[in-house]
């Protein structure tokens, strides 16, 4: 999708009567050097959680890419999640790849993963 087309839809979800309630915005960071691939399976896991566990069931998602070349993800979405849960929903996705020996925390750990950030926009 181009980014006027995503701009377009995001305008459209910030204007529904439900966004004008509460309206957040996720970034979700991987560490420098992860593979594209394991990014997206640990976002899909991520989303995956948060739909089962947290309710999450309206959002609005783009994947873009860091200066570093990592990719990263944001979302917008009226539903509120604890930010602590969604961060070791993904420190957990990624130990376990990691473990796994399919990627690397570079210079962070599980312990020190903070690489979901949330923004309440209203």
Known sequence: MNV???KRKAVA?????RSQ?????????????????LCFRVWNIILTRCRQDLNLRSYLWVMERQRNGTIHYHMLTHDY?????VNGF???AIDSLVTAGLGSWG???LFRY???DVRKIC
């Not at 979800?13 to 009567?17: A, D, E, G, I, P």
């Not at 915005?25 to 420098?32: K, L």
């Open 4 to 6: 006027s087309k995503f």
């Open 13 to 17: 979800y910030c204007s529904l009567s």
């Open 21 to 37: 309630k509460f309206l957040a915005f996720y970034t979700v960071t991987f560490p420098a050097g992860f593979a594209d691939d």
């Open 81 to 85: 999640m604890p930010i602590g849960r």
């Open 90 to 92: 993904a420190a957990h």
């Open 107 to 109: 210079n962070s750990s």
């Open 114 to 116: 903070h690489g979901v």
